[in-house]
């Protein structure tokens, strides 16, 4: 079992910046892949990015590819998400996820979730 818990939302103007934090304990959290997702109000639940347990591996959505930066510190058991640029339609709740080793984009891949953490972004 893998707990996650994401910290760092909160609201900013357009073209602000915010890092997310998603802090994991349980299993061996070197062990896993761990990506962002995002859901907005009425809307499905959609990939941000994603990392390979060692780092080396990063997956980023077009919406967020040059703006977004996932990152990862394993001596902290701790996955980033730097958020630069941000607009107002990156305004959602964030969610990152867990799954063994290999990072993909897809939203059913993924065995573990946190509870979120809500972006606003004002215009």
């Known amino acids: 079992q893998v707990q996650l818990v994401e910290s760092g939302g909160g609201l900013v103007q357009a073209g602000g910046s915010l890092r997310l934090s998603c802090a994991g304990s349980?299993?061996?959290?070197?062990?896993?892949?761990v990506g962002w997702f995002r859901q907005a109000p009425g809307k499905e639940r959609e990939f941000v990015a994603t990392?390979?347990?060692?780092?080396?591996?990063?997956y980023y959505a077009d919406s967020v590819k040059g703006r977004f930066t996932i990152s990862r510190d394993n001596a902290k058991n701790t996955v980033y998400l730097q958020m630069n640029s941000l607009k107002p339609e990156d305004t959602a709740v964030y969610y990152c996820?867990?799954?063994?080793?290999?990072?993909?984009?897809?939203?059913?891949?993924?065995?573990?979730w946190g509870q979120g953490t809500q972006v606003t972004v004002s215009s």
């Open positions: 996820a867990a799954r063994e080793f290999i990072a993909v984009v897809s939203t059913t891949e993924y065995d573990y």
């Open positions: 349980g299993r061996i959290f070197i062990n896993y892949a």
């Open positions: 990392i390979s347990w060692t780092g080396g591996i990063t």
